[in-house]
């Protein structure tokens, strides 16, 4: 089987520079070494994307490929890759030394910078908030309604102090629940940085999941009708090596899912413009 360089990338001959990052960058995601370390084959592999990359998007370069297209018709092998990949053909090195040297990342000396921080949407307070209201509202906003009932019913009449008292600890109970969702808003937080993400939540008992911008998977975003109108949801997180992380009631999450893979991609660009 024959594959030149469009062909594995997917795209036309006559594709634009554009569309040809576009493909590169995903191969790039699929094949990242950080996602398999110790794996020769995909590094071997990722480094022959970075080839591909800088031939199509270099003018001249791309014109010599052109011509030499056109003269000869090169096999294929395959690579075996790990497990959960697709088994892709290796373009063979074109225009380009036999030995590739790859400069050191520069990543860990430069700064991490915060992208971006989602907090809990408001929308906690509104379960405890209308059970608080409510039970108000039976206890001291209409004060004859309890007794109404209660003459109405013998068995409530018997235990109407028993339904105050409930009704006074279930109040309680329910101040006791808006604290809790407050400490839960101050306290849980998502944050994308030009390295991570990074899942913060408790107060007492302080959790921190960060994974890995090179072990990121996939991320969910789960919106109900209320959430799509109210801007909330709940944002699932997975990566390499089993990480997962899910937090509920996360503000505008689909603003955080698009600094993350903005993130992403620009960090995938600037390893394909390395050599």
């Given amino acids: 089987m024959r594959k030149n360089y469009y062909e594995w990338l997917g795209i036309r001959p006559d594709a634009n520079v554009a569309e040809i ?46 011509a030499l297209l056109q003269k000869q018709n090169i096999p294929v092998p ?24 790859i400069s050191k990342s520069k990543d860990l000396l ?21 059970l608080i209201g409510f039970l108000i509202y039976l206890l001291f906003g209409n004060p004859g309604i309890i007794n109404d009932y209660a003459d109405r019913i013998d068995y409530l009449q018997n235990k109407l102090a028993q339904i105050v008292m409930t009704l006074h600890g279930l109040l309680v109970i329910s101040g006791c629940w808006f604290i809790y969702a407050i400490l839960v808003k101050l306290t849980t937080k998502l944050t994308v940085t030009t390295r991570q993400t990074i899942a ?6 302080r ?7 090179g072990k990121f998977e996939n991320i969910f975003i789960d919106q109900g009708l209320l959430g799509i109108i109210l801007g909330f ?11 997962n992380f899910k937090v509920h009631y996360i ?11 903005r993130t992403l991609r620009t960090k995938a660009y600037r390893e394909m413009r390395k050599s």
């Fill in 110 to 130: 430069e700064p991490e910078k915060t992208v971006y921080t989602a907090h809990v949407h408001w929308f906690i307070y509104g379960r405890p908030l209308l």
């Fill in 251 to 261: 503000a505008f999450p689909k603003h955080f899912e698009e600094h993350l893979m």
């Fill in 207 to 213: 959790k921190t999941i960060q994974l890995n911008h």
């Fill in 21 to 66: 990052k576009a493909a590169a960058y995903k191969l790039a995601q699929k094949y990242n070494p950080k996602k398999y370390p110790g794996n020769p084959k995909v590094l071997a592999h990722f480094k022959q994307i970075k080839i591909i990359y800088r031939t199509l998007t270099d003018s001249q370069k791309r014109a010599k490929y052109d």
């Fill in 233 to 243: 949801g709940s944002v699932r997180v997975r990566g390499v090596g089993g990480i």
């Fill in 200 to 205: 913060t939540v408790g107060l007492i008992s």
């Fill in 78 to 101: 395959k690579v075996k890759l790990p497990e959960n990949s697709v088994d892709t053909p290796v373009v063979p090195i074109l225009l380009a030394p036999t030995l590739i040297t």
